[in-house]
């Protein structure tokens, strides 16, 4: 009889769902997936569960396979040696492969009195503690959101649209990934939503208060709920565990996704930093990393190189609250283009990309492998090969600084 294969994948989400299901292509793969909720969560629609539209939350037996052992818990250590991981609830679980998918949530903001009154937005539960703050909230109360990347973006327009008075505090531009002629479009959404749009020099937030955000070129905006969606991080585990990372803390892998460090713990999604260049942090990029991490582990499996990764984008969805939006078409290897679609169309088709990233993770469990690479892209082996005479491909070299994405 065949020996039985140990596969332990930390992280829920996308990425994590996508490569536990395809791993279990094998009968003889056991898969285990540890995730702190008993739940999925759609980080898509965090600003809709804020907003009261929707909940945000999908059954794992709708997205996860019949095969995989789901185990909900957190991990708080890696043993790379001893090929363990310990649990916050107690316990270990043994693993022959580890797959890292631990995701990315709120950046600790730097700015002072952040930390005390600013409510981040980047997972379930601070969407969760966000919630009776807003209902505590007058309705014309003022609301301010710090950060101009989709999740400001949507947050604030959804607000708006409920009827709350909200500013945008981007602290640079509005939606730094958008082509001009994109941004121009979201900022007449968002203005005939009402939002207040504060962009360009001197909207970069100083301090915040309990009811004022301070600006840098001294203005003050009155505020009664602040909600802070300026940049992202990751979990330290990797980090705590001795693995190698990057500055932000992404564990350091090779093309492969293979951590620099164990041939045998491969990661994936927004927590991945291949050769030290990470993809841009989102859902578009997770759907493809999460699969990709499973061919590698198979690869081994089977003794044959597992493939490098590749992954392509198509754009970026905004939704403007429920009866518009913005898809900003881009090249494949993620540069804005000067073509976009808006207003009810752009609705449609970004809840259409919200429902279909769903669909992919339903149709991997059933049939998983049937999900083929999405987007080629070159220019990242261009990329590599100009730096390979700086450093080698999965050197510990510093990673840039990831901007934030949705799908």
């Known amino acids: 009889?065949?020996?039985?294969?140990?596969?332990?994948?930390?992280?829920?989400?996308?990425?994590?769902?996508?490569?536990?299901?395809?791993?279990?292509?094998?009968e003889d793969v056991s898969v285990t997936l540890v995730n702190p909720r008993a739940a999925f969560v759609e980080r898509l629609r965090?600003?809709?569960?804020?907003?009261?539209?929707?909940?945000?939350?999908?059954?794992?037996?709708?997205?996860?396979?019949?095969?995989?052992?789901?185990?909900?818990?957190?991990?708080?250590?890696?043993?790379?040696h001893g090929r363990a991981v310990e649990l916050a609830r107690g316990g270990t679980l043994g693993w022959d492969y580890l797959i890292y998918a631990v995701g990315s949530g709120s950046a600790a903001p730097d700015v002072p009195g952040a930390a005390e009154f600013a409510y981040p937005i980047a997972t379930f539960e601070e969407a969760e503690r966000l919630r009776p703050a807003l209902d505590?909230?007058?309705?014309?109360a003022p609301?301010?959101?710090?950060?101009?990347?989709?999740?400001?973006?949507?947050?604030?327009?959804?607000?708006?649209?409920?009827?709350?008075?909200?500013?945008?505090?981007?602290?640079?531009?509005?939606?730094?990934?958008?082509?001009?002629?994109?941004?121009?479009?979201?900022?007449?959404?968002?203005?005939?939503?009402?939002?207040?749009?504060?962009?360009?020099?001197?909207?970069r937030v100083t301090a915040v208060t309990a009811d004022a955000v301070r600006l840098g070129d001294g203005r003050e905006v009155p505020s009664a709920v602040t909600i802070w969606s300026a940049g992202f991080g990751v979990p330290d585990l990797a980090a705590r565990s001795g693995l190698r990372t990057d500055a932000l803390g992404r564990l350091l892998t090779d093309e492969t996704l293979t951590s620099v460090?164990?041939?045998?713990?491969?990661?994936?999604?927004?927590?991945?930093?291949?050769?030290?260049?990470?993809?841009?942090?989102?859902?578009?990029?997770?759907?493809?990393?999460?699969?990709?991490?499973?061919?590698?582990?198979?690869?081994?499996?089977?003794?044959?190189?597992?493939?490098?990764?590749?992954?392509?984008?198509?754009?970026?969805?905004?939704?403007?609250?429920?009866?518009?939006?913005?898809?900003?078409?881009a090249r494949r290897n993620d540069i804005a283009?000067?073509?976009?679609?808006?207003?009810?169309?752009?609705?449609?088709?970004?809840?259409?990309?919200?429902?279909?990233?769903?669909?992919?993770?339903?149709e991997e469990a059933r049939k998983p492998g049937a999900r083929k690479r999405w987007i080629e892209e070159d220019s990242r082996r261009e990329l590599l090969r100009a730096r390979a005479g700086e450093a080698p491909a999965g050197a510990a070299t510093p990673a840039p600084a990831s901007s934030e994405g949705t799908a």
């Open 1 to 26: 009889m065949a020996e039985n294969t140990e596969v332990v994948v930390i992280g829920g989400g996308y990425a994590g769902v996508m490569a536990a299901n395809r791993l279990t292509q094998r």
């Open 261 to 329: 460090d164990n041939r045998r713990i491969v990661a994936t999604g927004d927590a991945a930093a291949p050769s030290g260049l990470p993809f841009r942090m989102g859902c578009q990029s997770a759907v493809q990393l999460g699969p990709q991490a499973a061919e590698t582990v198979l690869s081994r499996m089977a003794d044959r190189l597992p493939a490098p990764v590749s992954v392509g984008f198509a754009g970026q969805c905004l939704s403007l609250g429920r009866r518009a939006g913005l898809f900003q078409f």
């Open 143 to 203: 609301v301010t959101v710090v950060g101009a990347g989709p999740t400001g973006i949507e947050t604030a327009a959804e607000l708006a649209e409920a009827g709350r008075k909200v500013t945008l505090v981007c602290g640079g531009a509005l939606g730094p990934y958008l082509h001009a002629r994109g941004r121009r479009s979201v900022a007449a959404n968002l203005a005939r939503l009402g939002v207040t749009v504060l962009d360009g020099p001197g909207t």
């Open 136 to 140: 505590a909230a007058p309705a014309t």
């Open 337 to 362: 283009i000067g073509v976009h679609l808006g207003g009810r169309p752009g609705g449609r088709l970004k809840e259409f990309v919200l429902k279909t990233t769903v669909k992919h993770l339903t």
């Open 46 to 80: 965090l600003h809709q569960r804020v907003g009261g539209s929707d909940d945000a939350l999908v059954d794992y037996h709708e997205v996860l396979s019949g095969r995989v052992r789901l185990v909900v818990d957190t991990v708080t250590r890696i043993d790379a």
